[in-house]
């Protein structure tokens, strides 16, 4: 089953970037061959509910960008921008009622350019103080929060004390969005693994301010490419190195899905309906 991987959703394709059309255009295509959006704890679970004849997908959403959550103010209120990838996938939804808001936000909370919870400092529009109750919302549309570090460290050059301080703050703060969520995912910056990399699943760090350790675990890892992953049913399922397929300008979702319909090693999990059985490939 593919795990695909968006960044920035903007007027242009480019690296780490897709064009509003191309996303749009990549949500129609998922849906007509026959795809269904799942959750991580759904495949951490194994109990995906999946119709008959139709494949799971996970979506992942890195780096918390304006791009893919803007709100708008309307008449007072606060509106979820329809041309961000969130409006973008809620609007598809609503049209496509077989689907539902399922989904994976890798999210960073303090990093530079607007990439804090999607959006502060009135980059892109964006308020500062919007960007918990854009985390609450995720959350209550029934979307996922994942881990993606603090600020985008790249785990591979610092010490198990910092590796540990961005993955426990990233943590703490979806949960001063959301209070006790467990967070159970986590994306590599740049797929680079801590030295140590069992931190990357288990770690603490003593935050001075509350004075109490504050700690994580992440049942699931994702890697930042690698192509479809295996069905959380195969023996070879992996949640602690999950590749994902990548969607940038340079790399199409077609090229993928017309691999995993012809028979071998990608061949796609397709679900036999009964969520107590597991289906044939
Ligand atoms: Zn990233």
Redesign the pocket.
């Known amino acids: 089953m593919p795990i695909v991987e968006w960044?920035q959703v903007v007027a242009a394709d480019g690296t780490y970037k897709v064009s509003r059309e191309r996303f749009r255009a990549e949500l129609l295509e998922l849906h007509s061959r026959g795809y269904v959006p799942v959750n991580l704890s759904e495949m951490l679970d194994k109990t995906m509910d999946v119709p008959t004849g139709k494949t799971p997908v996970l979506f992942t959403f890195?780096?918390a960008s304006p791009s893919q959550f803007r709100y708008i103010e309307r008449n007072g209120s606060l509106v979820v921008d329809p041309t961000s990838a969130v409006g973008m996938l809620l609007d598809f939804i609503k049209t496509h009622p077989d689907w539902k808001a399922k989904g994976l936000f890798?999210m960073l909370p303090a990093a530079e350019a607007g990439h804090a919870f999607f959006g502060d400092k009135g980059i892109d529009g964006q308020k500062t103080e919007w960007r918990l109750k854009k985390v609450q919302f995720l959350a209550q549309q029934g979307f996922e929060l994942c881990n993606?570090t603090l600020w985008?460290a790249k785990l591979s050059k610092y010490s198990d004390a910092v590796v540990q301080e961005q993955l426990a703050r990233g943590a703490m703060a979806i949960d001063s969005a959301v209070p006790g969520y467990k967070v159970r995912g986590f994306?590599l910056?740049?797929g680079l693994w801590p030295k140590n990399r069992a931190l990357a699943f288990n770690g603490s760090w003593y935050d001075k301010k509350s004075k109490r350790d504050v700690r994580y675990h992440h049942e699931a890892v994702f890697e930042v490419a690698g192509g479809p992953a295996r069905s959380p049913f195969d023996p070879e399922f992996n949640p602690k190195s999950l590749p994902r397929v990548p969607l940038q300008g340079g790399t199409k979702l077609s090229a993928t899905l017309d691999q995993m319909d012809k028979p071998g090693k990608w061949a796609r999990y397709v679900s036999d309906g009964n969520p107590k059985t597991v289906a044939k490939p």
């Open positions: 960044h890195d780096d890798c993606h985008h994306a910056p740049y």
